[in-house]
Structure formats: C-alpha cells, structure tokens
C-alpha cells in the first residue's frame, strides 16, 4: 500500500469515527433516551391525528380499558391480528373498552384502503413523524398495550396477538 492510499484511509477513519463520537455526545446531551412505561405505571399521554383529520388524546379516553396497538400495513401479523382486535372491540365496546390503532409512519391513503379492506370501525391515529412510538419505546411491531380505566399500564406484548389472549386480557383491565 503506498503513501498516499495509507494517508486517505487514516482520514476517512478519522472522520468516521469523529462522527461516533459525537453521535454519542449528542445522544448523552440531549437526554431523550425514551423508556416504554412498564406494568403498573401511567401511560404517557399523547395527541394525534385520526384518519377524519380529528385529534385524539389518550387522556380524554381515561374511565375506559384501551388497548394500544402501534402496527403498519406492510406487517403481515399486524394484518393478522386486526380482525381478532375488531371482534374483541365489537364485544367490549359497550361494556368501556376502546382500541386505539396507532399506524406508524405510514400516508393516510394506505391505512384508509386497509382500514376499509378489514371494515375496522375502531379508532386509527396517524404517528407519520414516529413520535408517539419513539415516546413509548416501540420496537417490533406489532405491539400492545393495554391502560386500564385509571391510566395504568395493565399488560405489554409485543407480537401478534390470538383472540382469546386480547379478551383475556380486556376482561382483566375491565374487571379492575
């Protein structure tokens, strides 16, 4: 390897690793490590848009059992498990519990067409710039939450969920 190749590599690793550092400078200075709240502790409130363009706080749903569910169209268990929460819903929504659907990052016209594809009626929020799934540390999709009438998170799960697992666990939340 001659001078000049030996000279242009030692640079290039030189501002890579400049660049390490002050990521982890600025992740270590900014503080925004996000920790998805664990059982038993109030769910963060959060505000977004639904597919009608109106806005929905997960605070004004505070009396009910809400199941949040962060998914996306391209996710195949997510696609699987939405016509099992839409029976639960259609169960147990007159008895206080709400789903609240939080589509990450995807255009509305894409989770209009499926909404209507699978004819959920239940609400569907809009989380385009991943801030609500960043607050709640949300990794693999799909993931669930499930706050009881107070705001305390009941039970976490993270994959595809059956039927029977989701009614299991909303009669638990209502049963508080």
Excluded at 61 to 73: C, D, E, S
Excluded at 115 to 127: T, W
């Amino acid at each position: 390897m001659n001078k000049q190749m030996r000279y242009w590599i030692r640079r290039i690793l030189l501002v890579v690793m400049a660049g390490m550092v002050a990521f982890a400078l600025y992740q270590t200075i900014s503080g925004k490590q996000s920790k998805s709240p664990e059982v038993g502790e109030k769910a963060p409130d959060f505000e977004l848009k639904t597919l009608d363009g109106e806005t929905m706080k997960l605070s004004d749903l505070r009396g009910q059992a809400v199941l949040i569910n962060f998914w996306a169209t391209w996710c195949e268990p997510c696609r699987d498990e939405m016509p099992a929460i839409q029976n639960v819903y259609d169960r147990y929504k007159e008895q206080g519990f709400e789903v609240v659907a939080v589509n990450i990052a995807e255009a509305p016209v894409s989770v209009r067409g499926f909404a209507r594809q699978l004819e959920l009626d239940f609400p569907i929020l809009l989380d385009r710039d991943r801030k609500v799934t960043n607050q709640y540390d949300i990794g693999p999709i799909p993931s669930s939450l499930l706050i009881d009438q107070e705001g305390k998170v009941v039970r976490k799960h993270s994959g595809q969920m059956q039927e029977k697992q989701i009614e299991g666990y909303v009669r638990e939340a209502l049963a508080r």
